[in-house]
């Protein structure tokens, strides 16, 4: 084409340069001034990347004055192009606009524009583009979202609670499996869904300071959640960007004790908050008459946010009247009385005996062929029983036994998985060592004893069981004990001769400090201390010195707050220093190591000074509760029933009025008497509903299949090598990625300058902490996808196609809608309408031949071309793909109609069928909140709303030429 003064070009290389306008042409030259920059080229006339910006009807365009217009019309004159056409802000018709008006800095987006103006894609980043789509499309409307991208073991009753709750809206649920079954896990997946889903923006995660920094990491590690800390001096620092600190940040950790301030207290409450999860949720103590400040701070709280997860392994460690307190705080209108509770508990039996025979029997007797009948009243469920009778294999028994388990107890709002419903754990094996007494314990606990003094027979029993504060007591602090004390020399012994990694627990910080002193000065130990003295970054380093595989510390010595919270499943030796008189708090020391997913079984060794409270309490633990081989749930309700005899005990053993034979067999009586009742009743249910397992196993298997599947890998090998990523082996199963030097994008999602280990194996990435998980919920995976179609790349290309069954010459065109809308995040609308591609393939009759022709298989025979060719082959071709565009843009309008009809149906089947089992429901369960059915129905009509207002919009386009093979 010639060039002409006061033409309109656009670089092919630099295309945010703007239009530009041909200001001079001498000889083979001609200079191109891009007034929008300011800035001039000089071209060769040959073989100037540049590529002629003529618009045509219909497209619309913008003068340098700002106006724009609508073009109708092209009148070309000595070179120079003339647009006529309606005005669009006056609608004043056949006005005329001369191409060097046109405005200086016009982008272009659409594909077909970028097309025209010689923007040519490579063929490569345009199947990119489509892969982009074509995931995006799958993952939307994916049930797995929010479980298949944790960075956690596939542990089914995990898998089956994470799923249940996190699908509702505002779940408001007691996460209470016993230590070690993965409340946190199950807490993160909840939050990690309804964040993805749009149920929930707003998080705020309460804990106990010692706990912050864990769940932080937690978090950011298996859940790429990004949530920040806020203490004092954090809620100072927002005061400068906001009146309410809580305001700054969307996700939120924060400990009681800060909300106990009234100013913080009230902020938190103004935060508009959209889910709240408390852990270690059994310190929340309660009485009717006068609760615990902590209790009343989430109480307030509870009232105002929607969604509520409350976590702890030991909900009646308060006592049951504190269970239900929390149980309160979930549902205050459904627990309103607590001996009404009381009554309803007791109920509870029938219903666990016939779903025990609906599990364990092959014939259900008469007796619970009437009882089921019963509970199940409100629906005919004859035809269920006649199926088992006649099969006992039949799925009839998983059907009923769901009915039973939706319609009865408190499974709607409590989960609890006990170890011995879960199986898979690993032995306990009790090491018992005892020690002597030194002369100094010896003659200083006399001594105490004759002084007496005012405390409390529970004061002095607690001190009894701590030889070594009672020798301090009168010694002075500054006393040295571990010099002398057996439990020190008979400790370095054990870690020496073990040469393994062991955790050490103790009741107090000063225990910890001198025991962690000794090891260092004695032997020259690599050790390390975890107290409540600590700043919770140095505590956080404790831990990490102890994980570390190499040159980490061998040994970890504990206070009482060790046993909180933190996980230490990579050893399995525990040494029990001393031991508390809170069964729930020696499950709690045992749970740090005990927990699924430990590949050894656990050695507890348990030293102890012969004739002292501590040799007393270990023998009541023992063989009273079975509490060191086995997880004694019920272990806090008995130790109530015991303790004043206990505490006699433990005070002085020979003017006691009982035996510790008695108090054994008191226990032991206790004990059996409330395992007999877990089985039978309340807890059997939870069991149940909670574990499960079919459902559970299920969705591992889905996830696991996805895991061990080639599409990830694949799909992000090609967008890596496309945005110019290098990598480089680093181990079997994993990468290391770096910036390249020429990036197709200035940054890569995900990538920092330094570069980052990844590995594609959830194998590996639950064993190296420090490599990244890369999966379809990875930030990296959605964030490149995003990044890439998020702008122009590869919405255009232009590729040949050799063939001999067609004529050369023949042209094609492949049109690639998106069929979409918008709506709130918190109806989740791609579960129903995801954005979804809509392909269309056009020959020059404007037929579409995508039915007989696949993506894949025309991809698969096509060849690039050269940008130069492929522009001129472009500019030949305008007429056929403009034309081509119009038919195709129409036939996506029609397949719209197609696929919001689709979606329609889908929506309310899914939602008609929730609401009736929802309905069905509350009238037998008054777990069902009448919130919940509300927002059902709201959803249902929005989400038509929503559907009613999809879209179609040509993403990108494909010209292809036919040539002779």
């Not at 009982?658 to 039978?680: A, N």
Request: with cysteine.
């Amino acid at each position: 084409m010639p060039y002409v003064l006061a033409q309109r070009w656009i670089s092919d290389t630099e295309s945010d340069l703007g239009l530009g306008t041909v200001v001079a042409l001498e000889g083979r030259t001609v200079t191109v001034l891009f007034s929008a920059t300011g800035e001039s080229r000089h071209f060769s006339r040959d073989d100037a990347p540049l590529t002629r910006v003529i618009f045509n009807p219909g497209d619309s365009v913008e003068s340098h004055e700002g106006w724009s217009m609508t073009v109708t019309e092209t009148k070309e004159e000595n070179g120079l192009i003339t647009y006529i056409g309606t005005r669009n802000d006056t609608d004043e018709k056949d006005v005329t606009l001369r191409e060097v008006m046109l405005c200086h800095n016009i982008r272009f987006n659409k594909p077909q524009d970028r097309m025209f103006a010689g923007q040519i894609e490579r063929m490569n980043h345009f199947t990119l583009r489509y892969d982009c789509l074509v995931q995006r499309h799958k993952m939307q409307q994916s049930d797995l979202l929010g479980l298949a991208g944790t960075r956690a073991s596939l542990i089914p009753h995990q898998l089956h609670i994470a799923k249940e709750v996190g699908s509702r809206y505002a779940p408001r649920v007691l996460l209470a499996d016993e230590v070690g079954l993965g409340k946190t896990i199950e807490a993160g997946m909840i939050i990690l869904q309804q964040v993805l889903t749009g149920r929930a923006e707003r998080v705020l995660i309460l804990l106990p300071d010692s706990l912050q920094h864990q769940w932080l990491v937690e978090m950011r590690r298996r859940f790429n959640l990004n949530f920040a800390i806020f203490d004092e001096e954090r809620c100072c620092e927002a005061n400068l960007d906001a009146e309410n600190p809580f305001d700054t940040e969307q996700l939120v950790i924060a400990s009681l004790n800060l909300l106990r301030k009234n100013n913080r207290y009230k902020q938190a409450l103004d935060g508009d908050w959209d889910l709240l999860v408390v852990d270690e949720a059994h310190h929340l103590e309660w009485n009717s008459e006068k609760p615990s400040r902590e209790y009343r701070v989430v109480e307030g709280l509870a009232q105002n946010v929607p969604g509520i997860l409350l976590l702890t392994a030991t909900p009646d460690q308060l006592g049951h009247e504190s269970h239900f307190a929390r149980l309160r705080l979930l549902d205050p209108d459904r627990f309103y009385d607590y001996q009404s509770f009381l009554a309803e508990e007791t109920a509870y039996q029938d219903v666990a005996s016939a779903a025990n025979e609906l599990l364990e029997q092959s014939q259900l007797s008469d007796d619970t062929v009437a009882v089921l009948s019963e509970l199940l009243k409100e629906r005919d469920i004859s035809d269920l029983l006649q199926r088992i009778a006649d099969d006992a294999e039949s799925p009839a028994r998983d059907e009923l036994l769901k009915l039973l388990l939706e319609r009865h107890g408190t499974s709607r709002v409590l989960m609890r998985n006990t170890r011995q419903a879960v199986k898979g754990f690993p032995k306990r094996i009790v090491n018992t060592y005892p020690l002597a007494m030194p002369s100094q314990y010896a003659t200083s606990i006399k001594v105490s004893k004759m002084m007496g003094g005012s405390k409390s027979i529970e004061a002095t029993a607690q001190q009894s069981l701590y030889p070594e504060e009672i020798f301090q007591e009168f010694e002075g602090k500054d006393a040295s004990w571990w010099s002398f004390d057996p439990r020190i020399e008979w400790l370095i012994e054990q870690i020496k001769a073990s040469k393994e990694k062991m955790l050490v627990i103790c009741a107090h910080a000063q225990t910890a400090l001198v025991i962690e002193q000794a090891l260092r000065v004695k032997e020259g130990i690599r050790s390390a201390v975890f107290h409540e003295g600590l700043s919770l970054i140095e505590r956080d380093k404790a831990a990490a010195y102890f994980a570390q595989s190499e040159d980490g510390a061998q040994v970890l010595v504990c206070s009482e707050i060790g046993s909180e919270g933190r996980n230490f499943q990579f050893a399995r030796h525990l040494v029990l220093f001393d031991l508390p008189l809170n069964p729930d708090l020696l499950e709690q020391r045992i749970g740090r190591l005990d927990r699924i997913g430990q590949a050894n079984d656990i050695q507890l060794h348990l030293p102890y000074l012969a004739g002292s409270s501590q040799e007393l309490l270990l023998d009541w633990y023992h063989r009273g509760l079975e509490a060191f081989e086995n997880t004694c749930p019920s272990g806090g309700i008995v130790f109530n029933q015991v303790r004043d005899a206990l505490f006699e005990l433990l005070n002085d053993r020979e003017t006691a009025s009982i035996s510790l034979e008695q108090v054994i067999e008191q226990t032991q009586s206790i004990h059996q008497e409330l395992k007999q009742k877990v089985e039978q009743g309340r807890d059997r249910l939870l069991e149940l509903n909670s574990g499960g397992q079919k459902s559970g196993q299920e969705i591992a298997q889905r996830i696991a299949k996805r895991d061990n599947g080639t599409e990830l890998p694949t799909f992000m090998f090609n967008m890596l090598d496309i945005c110019g990523v290098e990598q480089e082996d680093h181990s079997e199963n994993a990468l290391i990625l770096r910036p390249g030097g020429h990036m197709l994008h200035s940054q890569f999602p995900g990538l920092t300058d330094d570069g980052a280990t990844v590995t594609f194996s959830r194998e590996t990435a639950l064993s190296r902490e420090d490599f990244q998980f890369i999966n379809w919920e990875h930030p990296m995976v959605q964030g490149s996808i995003d990044m890439v179609l998020s702008d122009t790349t590869g919405n255009n290309a232009v590729s040949v196609l050799k063939s001999k069954a067609l004529p050369a010459g023949t042209m094609l065109l492949e049109l690639i809608f998106v069929a979409d809308t918008s709506a709130p995040k918190k109806y989740h609308i791609g579960r129903f309408l995801p954005a979804t591609p809509v392909r269309m393939l056009m020959d020059k009759n404007g037929n579409n031949l995508s039915a007989n022709i696949s993506y894949d298989k025309l991809s698969s025979q096509l060849s690039p071309i050269g940008r130069h060719i492929a522009s001129k082959l472009v500019g030949a071709s305008q007429a056929f793909i403009h034309q081509q565009v119009q038919l195709g843009t129409t036939k996506a309008q029609e397949a719209l109609a197609t696929v919001k009809a689709e979606a329609l149906e889908k929506m309310n089947h899914a939602l008609n069928q929730e609401l009736e089992r929802m309905t069905d429901l509350k009238a037998v369960n008054p777990n069902i909140r009448e919130e919940e059915l509300n927002f059902l129905r709201t959803e249902q009509q929005q989400l038509a709303k929503y559907i009613d207002n999809a879209q179609v919009q040509l993403d990108c386009l494909r010209f292809i030429v036919v040539s002779p093979e």
